[in-house]
């Protein structure tokens, strides 16, 4: 167990730092409320447990050998995160771009994008995968500690959103939200292109 106080460690930053889908779930939380919010949640939880696993099998080994697979991806995760920032300022200026939180499938799609969580299933798969288990018992474990901790984690966030809604109640403090969540998902997009 003392071997994986590290992996639950470092699960817990990643996962409770602020990246896109802490970022998006503040929105959606802000906008729509927990219930709504509910299947965004859990696309990112089933999402990111297929992309650790499949990571701990060997496509970490993949991103090392070709790593403009990753760069690839980063690309397209940082166009993802732009073109949602476009419909969130577009709600902040009155549009209704923003007329729904993401979907189940929407959000797991997303994790084959999300640059961080790239890094983190990669990093996972180099560095933390347990010694003494085969690499699919192994990868199993690792997969679900990081789901256990994803979880609460990412709904944290969303309900942030939820406390912070009665504060948004009026509509120029909602747009002025928006446009600081959008600005946000553009500034973590040219991030990540650095």
Not at 96 to 109: G, I, K, T, V
Request: with cysteine; aromatic share 8%; glycine share 8%.
């Amino acid at each position: 167990m003392t071997e994986l106080i590290p992996l639950l460690t470092y699960s817990l930053v990643m996962s409770s730092t602020p990246g896109p889908n802490n970022i998006m779930l503040t929105a959606s939380g802000a906008n729509f409320g927990y219930r709504r919010s509910l299947p965004h949640i859990l696309g990112i939880a089933a999402g990111h447990g297929p992309q650790i696993f499949f990571s701990c099998l060997g496509l970490g080994a993949v991103f090392h050998t070709w790593p403009v697979l990753h760069q690839v991806l980063r690309i397209v995760g940082a166009a993802y995160l732009v073109v949602l920032a476009w419909k969130l300022a577009g709600s902040a200026v009155g549009h209704r771009d923003m007329e729904r939180p993401l979907s189940f499938w929407q959000a797991l799609s997303f994790q084959a994008v999300n640059p961080k969580g790239w890094v983190k299933a990669v990093t996972v798969a180099t560095v933390f995968m347990p010694p003494g288990m085969g690499v699919l018992g192994g990868s199993a474990l690792v997969t679900a500690i990081s789901i256990a901790i994803n979880l609460p984690c990412v709904s944290m966030w969303a309900l942030f959103g939820v406390a912070i809604r009665r504060l948004l109640v009026q509509p120029l403090h909602r747009k002025l939200f928006n446009a600081i969540m959008a600005s946000s998902l553009v500034v973590l997009a040219i991030a990540l292109m650095l």
